[in-house]
């Protein structure tokens, strides 16, 4: 197996992509960092890769896909010893599959509409109808935890990669616990794990100064 991960450790995808590396054992990985910032991912070699230009995109051989759960997936469709992951049971599939697509149409739109106008785009604040879409995507978060992990009793893919835009959101708009207290237990669970402390913090704490250091 040679596996290629394009990334950069900031980007809440690209720690979905880290968390389910790491709770699938593999390591061999080469990592390639793509600077945003520096627009590697408009240059030619990327785009050729990659016409979204979107990080994480991952290389298996010669086969490229790009989009974070579209590689999570494939990681555990290819690699995992258990569907525990990503369950082949088609109802239990089915409500992976919704998490993962609210992650992609709600969580992460509400994402990358506040952090993108103040990491690229000079403003310097977040304006409250980007706040609201925050809001509103924790009610929905609240309302599916309804047992401990995001699609049910099991830990899955829909735990990781909610996670890292959840816990990415939690440092735009603090989860208020009374207000959201499945969401905020969950995101404590979640915290709690090693996967988190090595592969989500680290990248975490990197946006949270980059923010912070832009809305100065
Ligand atoms: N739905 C995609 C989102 C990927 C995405 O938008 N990544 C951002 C960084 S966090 C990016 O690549 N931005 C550069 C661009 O879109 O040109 C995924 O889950 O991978």
């Not at 440092?171 to 915290?191: F, G, H, M, Q, T």
Request: proline share 5%; charged share 25%; hydrophobic share 40%.
């Amino acid at each position: 197996m040679v596996l290629t991960l394009y990334k950069l450790d900031a980007s809440p995808p690209v720690r979905a992509v880290y968390m389910t590396l790491d709770v699938l054992g593999i390591t061999d990985v080469e990592m390639v960092d793509v600077n945003l910032f520096t627009k590697d991912h408009l240059k030619d070699d990327y785009l050729q890769m990659n016409p979204q230009h979107t990080i994480p995109t991952l290389k298996d051989d010669d086969f490229v896909i790009w989009d974070s759960h579209a590689i999570c997936t494939y990681l555990v469709n290819k690699y995992a010893d258990s569907d525990a992951l990503y369950p082949k049971d088609l109802k239990q599939r089915a409500i992976v599959d919704q998490r993962l697509h609210f992650d992609s149409g709600i969580l992460f739109p509400a994402l990358r509409g506040n952090v993108e106008p103040v990491a690229f785009r000079g403003a310097k604040s977040y304006t409250p109808e980007n706040l609201e879409k925050v809001r509103s995507a924790y009610n929905f978060s609240e309302k599916f935890l309804t047992s401990e992990w995001l699609a049910g009793n099991e830990f899955t893919l829909a735990d990781i990669c909610c996670l890292s835009s959840i816990s990415t959101l939690n440092i735009i708009l603090p989860i208020d616990e009374e207000v959201y207290p499945n969401l905020s237990a969950w995101l404590k669970r979640c915290e709690a794990k090693d996967f988190y402390k090595k592969w989500n913090q680290p990248g975490l704490e990197q946006l949270t100064q980059l923010i912070k250091t832009k809305c100065e």
